[in-house]
């Protein structure tokens, strides 16, 4: 008799990879939890860390879908979320030569994340799992984050 595959409803996840945005990029760091709602649909938070010329973090959470049945291990993925940009600002009174200083602060923008991934089971509950985000953050600034997620399922 054939073995009956586990069920599992709870899935964490860790994330590497790169991430575009307007002609900079830097090395993505991540972590996420998805929580299966049915056999289709799950929701759950990520929260993303950019290091390098961005220097930045994304944080939210959606919901994951698998609609096709036939290829189960095929997830799309939507939610809303907010993106912190920690850019260099300048301080009143500060020019070139002249004194003064300047440092950074975070800005804080709306982000629409969708995505797609494809997982691959490695055995007692564990995944290899492609993926590619598109970060939506205004019509002018829209981020591509490539890479592939390690997780466990429980």
């Known amino acids: 008799a054939a073995e009956e595959e ?3 409803w709870n899935e964490v996840t860790a994330f590497f990879g790169y991430t575009f945005e307007r002609g900079e990029g830097g090395a993505t760091i991540g972590l996420s939890y998805a929580r299966k709602l049915t056999e289709g649909v799950g929701v759950g938070p990520f929260v993303d860390y950019v290091a390098g010329e961005l220097d930045a973090l994304a944080i939210g959470a959606g919901f994951f879908f698998r609609p096709f049945e036939r290829a ?4 799309l993925f939507v939610g809303p979320g907010v993106d912190l940009v ?3 600002r300048e301080t009143e009174g500060h020019e ?3 004194g003064g200083s300047s440092g950074k602060t975070w800005e804080a923008e709306f982000l629409i ?3 797609i991934l494809y997982g691959f089971d490695l055995g007692k509950g564990f ?3 492609p993926a590619f985000y598109w970060d939506i953050i205004s019509m002018e600034r829209q981020a591509y984050v490539l890479g592939f997620e390690f997780g466990k399922e429980f």
């Open 96 to 98: 070139e030569g002249h």
């Open 6 to 8: 586990e069920e599992y």
């Open 113 to 115: 994340r969708l995505g």
């Open 72 to 75: 189960r291990d095929l997830t």
């Open 86 to 88: 920690h850019e260099e």
């Open 127 to 129: 995944r290899f799992v």
